[in-house]
């Protein structure tokens, strides 16, 4: 599936999929048509996103939209106050007899004169943002994410990370708000975080990130959401009345709640997570298309695993909670062979 990108001259980055608005509105109102009393067009009828334009009163409220057709898309003035131009020329110089204009790689749209966008197209739909925080074995965290990037990549995702003191709650926030712009009803989202927990929550650079406000931020993504928690008292994010829809939530510790890490065999230097190590071993040896529920059965059949879990249900494409809470056995080495 190719995607939009739509490129602000800040550097923000909007991915559209589907049909969306483009004007002026509320937080409240992002995924629904601006102003409900004005027709709206049969082309937006399963609007996917608005993309808000905030403090600029020269943008009216539907101002434009943008329609999908295959893997083309088209560009449509809503009669805005203002007009809309791509590359400088008016798309609606009738606002009788409005157009669908398309959208070429490098095209330039420009609202009222006054917002910008340049125009380009991708393959990806796959994102992951891995996160790590902890003082100790800072090794295991560096070699799992390596080696998950390293697995991740040949499966077309685009990995973001965010490391030790880079890894504070504000720019986890921000980071997944950025990730709201770019994901659409199709792509895939993947979250991993390996470090050290609390009773309450994550630990982000001296701070706690709990589960409601880490949930808060991923249900505003779209598509399919993955969690992958490596840290002690993993078990607060397998809530099931804070987890998403869409999401599929997969988090490890130990007996006492405390996740460990283990030697990779060979390299008395490195350490890589257990559970991080369990999941790139499977991505290693199953080289086709990403199933993570083809991962969940690999290690409930694990001789070396104790598992603690209700069963993982799945309605349609909408994923609920998984509660998979692993108990590791003294037998940790035989994740390195």
Same mark, same amino acid.
């Not at 190719?2 to 969306?20: A, H, S, Y």
């Not at 434009?64 to 798309?91: E, H, M, P, W």
């Not at 504000?170 to 009773?199: C, N």
């Given at each position: 599936?190719?995607?939009?990108?739509? =490129?602000?001259?800040?550097?923000?980055?909007? %991915? /559209?999929?589907?049909?969306?608005?483009? #004007?002026? $509105?509320?937080?409240?109102?992002?995924?629904?048509?601006?102003?409900?009393?004005r027709a709206r067009s049969d082309l937006f009828q399963d609007l996917e996103v608005l993309i808000r334009i905030e403090e600029c009163g020269s943008i009216s409220r539907n101002h434009a939209g943008i329609y999908r057709r295959d893997d083309?898309?088209?560009?449509?003035?809503?009669?805005? !106050?203002? #007009? =809309? =131009? @791509?590359?400088?020329?008016? &798309?609606?110089?009738?606002?009788?007899?409005?157009?669908?204009?398309? !959208? +070429?790689?490098?095209? /330039? @749209?420009?609202?009222?004169?006054?917002?910008?966008?340049? %125009?380009?197209?991708?393959?990806?739909t796959k994102y992951a943002l891995l996160v790590g925080n902890g003082e100790n074995h800072t090794g295991a965290m560096y070699t799992t994410f390596s080696a998950l990037q390293q697995q991740l990549r040949r499966r077309d995702f685009e990995v973001h990370? !965010?490391?030790?003191?880079?890894? $504070?709650? *504000?720019?986890?926030?921000?980071?997944?708000?950025?990730?709201? +712009?770019?994901?659409?009803k199709d792509s895939q989202f993947f979250f991993a975080y390996h470090g050290h927990g609390s009773? +309450?929550?994550?630990?982000?650079?001296? *701070? @706690? &990130?709990?589960?409601?406000?880490?949930?808060e931020r991923i249900a505003r993504l779209k598509?399919?959401?993955? @969690?992958?928690?490596?840290?002690?008292?993993?078990? !607060?994010? /397998?809530?099931? +009345?804070? %987890?998403?829809?869409?999401?599929? %939530?997969?988090?490890?510790?130990?007996?006492?709640?405390?996740?460990?890490? =283990?030697?990779? /065999?060979?390299?008395?230097? $490195?350490?890589?997570?257990r559970f991080g190590q369990a999941l790139v071993e499977y991505l290693k040896s199953h080289p086709e298309d990403l199933k993570w529920m083809d991962f969940y059965h690999e290690l409930y059949k694990s001789t070396n695993l104790k598992l603690a879990m209700k069963e993982p249900m799945i309605t349609g494409k909408e994923m609920t909670v998984l509660d998979m809470v692993r108990e590791f056995m003294a037998r940790p080495a035989s994740f390195n062979r």
């Amino acid at each position: 599936m190719t995607t939009l990108i739509l =490129t602000q001259d800040n550097g923000q980055r909007f %991915v /559209v999929g589907g049909p969306t608005q483009l #004007g002026r $509105s509320k937080l409240e109102d992002r995924n629904t048509w601006a102003v409900p009393s004005r027709a709206r067009s049969d082309l937006f009828q399963d609007l996917e996103v608005l993309i808000r334009i905030e403090e600029c009163g020269s943008i009216s409220r539907n101002h434009a939209g943008i329609y999908r057709r295959d893997d083309q898309y088209f560009l449509l003035d809503l009669n805005s !106050l203002n #007009g =809309t =131009t @791509i590359n400088g020329v008016n &798309i609606n110089p009738d606002p009788d007899n409005q157009q669908l204009r398309q !959208l +070429h790689e490098n095209d /330039v @749209i420009s609202l009222a004169k006054r917002i910008t966008f340049t %125009v380009s197209f991708s393959e990806t739909t796959k994102y992951a943002l891995l996160v790590g925080n902890g003082e100790n074995h800072t090794g295991a965290m560096y070699t799992t994410f390596s080696a998950l990037q390293q697995q991740l990549r040949r499966r077309d995702f685009e990995v973001h990370y !965010l490391l030790g003191d880079d890894a $504070s709650k *504000q720019e986890i926030k921000s980071k997944l708000e950025e990730f709201r +712009h770019l994901t659409v009803k199709d792509s895939q989202f993947f979250f991993a975080y390996h470090g050290h927990g609390s009773y +309450h929550g994550l630990t982000a650079a001296g *701070q @706690i &990130i709990n589960p409601r406000e880490l949930y808060e931020r991923i249900a505003r993504l779209k598509g399919e959401k993955v @969690i992958f928690i490596d840290a002690c008292n993993a078990e !607060l994010f /397998v809530d099931e +009345h804070l %987890v998403p829809p869409e999401t599929l %939530v997969i988090a490890s510790y130990g007996v006492n709640r405390a996740a460990a890490e =283990t030697r990779v /065999v060979g390299d008395e230097s $490195s350490y890589i997570g257990r559970f991080g190590q369990a999941l790139v071993e499977y991505l290693k040896s199953h080289p086709e298309d990403l199933k993570w529920m083809d991962f969940y059965h690999e290690l409930y059949k694990s001789t070396n695993l104790k598992l603690a879990m209700k069963e993982p249900m799945i309605t349609g494409k909408e994923m609920t909670v998984l509660d998979m809470v692993r108990e590791f056995m003294a037998r940790p080495a035989s994740f390195n062979r």
